[in-house]
């Protein structure tokens, strides 16, 4: 099965990619940021579209979702590649991969609905990397999925371009948003955006999608009180509804501070649920 990359034109210089907000010019016979969409001189693609990495079956709390059927398994699917590049990556193997060492099976999305089906679940996650690189994937198999009473979730840095967005979300029920910190200069040194994350959260959620965020506190890049009260405030203004998930990090990748505190991970809960009602811990034993 082909897949046609969108988002994207001709401009002089190379093909503008209009997938997320790097807006990459990439040069013939080049690839973008995210390492995985590239234009070789005539045609812009990715060898990652309806190809997968990794297939799970997951309780639903592990996206993690904790508000949005409960107690469900969803269908997990991973590809390759990431528009961000975290060096405490926790899926670095496959977000931030040499491509031609990750080994990647197709799944068309007649044959993802007949396997979904087959196992009796009700959900897909595009997950384990950045979803939203496989965004023609998705709009292609979500149709498919919903006429089959099937639900598509992404589990998403929120990167992804306000053009991309409004195609993807009519047809997403729910989403786990990662803000990775609510520092912008942060965020950039981590090759995302705040602005953007902030827009596309609350434009799911004034879309009626499902939404619950996470925030992992890594040291030094999100383990700031002044930083988190921000956030907090700026979810508390979205609506105090929506999850938080407080997740405790661990090394991993090129990142080796020690993990984070136990005692900053409640004293941030204690801060979060003063002004949210859906607040939890993740990654504490
Ligand atoms: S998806 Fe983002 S990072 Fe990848 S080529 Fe397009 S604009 Fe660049």
């Keep these: 099965m082909t897949y046609t990359a969108r988002w994207w034109r001709r401009e ?5 990619c209009g997938l997320c907000f790097h807006r990459c010019l990439i040069p013939a ?3 973008g940021y995210c390492k995985v969409r590239g234009w070789d001189g005539d045609v ?6 309806g190809r997968f990495s990794s297939c799970a079956l997951d309780p639903i709390e592990k996206k993690p979702l904790y508000h949005w059927r409960p107690g469900s398994y969803i269908f997990s699917l991973g590809s390759a590649g990431c528009n961000m590049r975290c060096p405490f990556c926790q899926n670095h193997g496959i977000a ?50 919903r006429e089959a009473g099937i639900a598509s979730v992404l589990v998403t840095n929120g990167m992804l371009s306000a053009e991309a967005r409004d195609e993807l979300t009519p047809w997403i ?3 786990n948003v990662d803000v990775k910190t609510f520092d ?21 959620v ?5 939404v619950e965020l996470t925030n992992l506190v890594v040291p030094g890049i999100s383990d ?62």
Excluded at 44 to 49: A, D, H, K, M, V
Excluded at 184 to 204: I, M, R, T
Excluded at 243 to 248: E, F, K
């Design 12 to 16: 002089e210089g190379g093909a503008r």
């Design 29 to 31: 016979g080049g690839v």
């Design 44 to 49: 812009f693609s990715s060898p990652c579209l």
């Design 96 to 145: 931030q991969p040499d491509t031609q060492r990750v080994s990647l099976m197709p799944l068309s999305p007649p044959d993802l609905a007949r396997s979904v089906k087959r196992e009796g679940l009700s959900s897909v996650a595009y997950t384990y990397n950045e979803p939203t690189l496989q965004a023609e994937y998705v709009l292609q198999a979500a149709p498919l999925l």
């Design 173 to 175: 029920d729910a989403v």
């Design 184 to 204: 912008p200069v942060k965020y950039a040194a981590l090759g995302g955006s705040l602005d953007v994350v902030k827009e596309n959260a609350a434009g799911w």
């Design 206 to 210: 004034r879309a009626g999608v499902h």
């Design 224 to 285: 700031s009180r002044e930083d988190f009260a921000r956030m907090v405030d700026w979810i508390a203004e979205i609506s105090p509804q929506v999850p938080l998930h407080i997740s405790r990090y661990f090394p991993a990748h090129k990142y080796s501070a020690p993990p984070t505190s136990v005692a900053l991970l409640k004293e941030f809960a204690t801060i979060a649920g003063r002004k949210l009602t859906k607040v939890h811990l993740g990654n504490v034993f």
